[in-house]
């Protein structure tokens, strides 16, 4: 069964607009992290931020910005004014009890045209 | 930033053929593991290490696939006999801790092609 789930291949928007990525989770922990990471071109991962099961506050770093809701399973990722160094792979990950791997999503491709 | 190197960057090679993938880990990080990514798939756990052993594998490290931290600084993945299917983009990361919440350094992957 599938631990993350990212809906959305490839999303494709125009510079400045604003794009969002979902990410479903499954898990039976009640203690567990979520990750994001973005890959760009260049082929790194580079991780963007993690959050912990207790804490659904949103959080907003520059023009990212996440949603966290336990009650929906899911930890969504929006990227404010889009530009086109946003484009990449952005992959949501989950980190359980005991398995202390991350558990990667297929990832969603965002493209971000001039 | 302190960041994870690996090399090389690009690998092609013929099926049947051994490689050996190398990875320098962030300095002070205790934990190190490789992941791949097989094109247009998601990104797969393999394998961890810590303390000179394996400390978890997944289903895909069988056999062929070895681990080894040779010296202070090198952490290597080989692939005794390599089939086509092993053609993947790898991903070594290091981390200080082995923890939930432990963010690990990823590396900018190698690409293997095998032929």
């Known amino acids: 069964a599938q631990k993350v789930t990212q809906a959305q291949t490839e999303i494709s928007v125009v510079e400045k607009e604003d794009v969002t990525l979902d990410c479903v989770y499954e898990t039976r922990d009640t203690t567990y992290y979520l990750f994001w990471y973005k890959q760009p071109p260049s082929g790194e991962l580079v991780f963007l931020i993690r959050?912990?099961?207790?804490?659904?506050q949103n959080e907003i770093s520059g023009r990212y910005s996440w949603n966290f809701q336990k009650s929906t399973s899911s930890f969504n990722f929006t990227i404010t004014a889009s530009q086109v160094v946003d484009s990449a792979v952005y992959f949501c990950a989950l980190s359980e009890v005991g398995d202390y791997k991350l558990s990667f999503g297929a990832g969603t491709t965002v493209t971000v045209r001039a | 930033e302190p960041e994870v190197t690996q090399t090389p960057s690009h690998q092609v090679t013929q099926m049947g053929q051994e490689v050996i993938l190398r990875c320098v880990p962030i300095?002070?990080?205790?934990?190190f593991y490789w992941y791949r990514q097989i094109l247009g798939q998601k990104v797969e756990f393999l394998v961890s290490?810590?303390?000179?052993?394996?400390?978890?594998k997944s289903e895909i490290f069988d056999d062929q696939f070895s681990v080894e931290r040779p010296d202070g600084s090198n952490f290597t993945l080989k692939i005794r006999s390599t089939k086509l299917e092993d053609s993947a983009m790898y991903f070594c990361a290091s981390s200080v801790l082995q923890a939930l919440n432990e963010k690990l350094f990823f590396g900018s992957g190698t690409q293997l092609s095998v032929l």
């Open positions: 290490f810590y303390n000179n052993e394996i400390s978890e």
């Open positions: 300095s002070n990080h205790l934990y």
């Open positions: 959050r912990n099961s207790f804490d659904e």
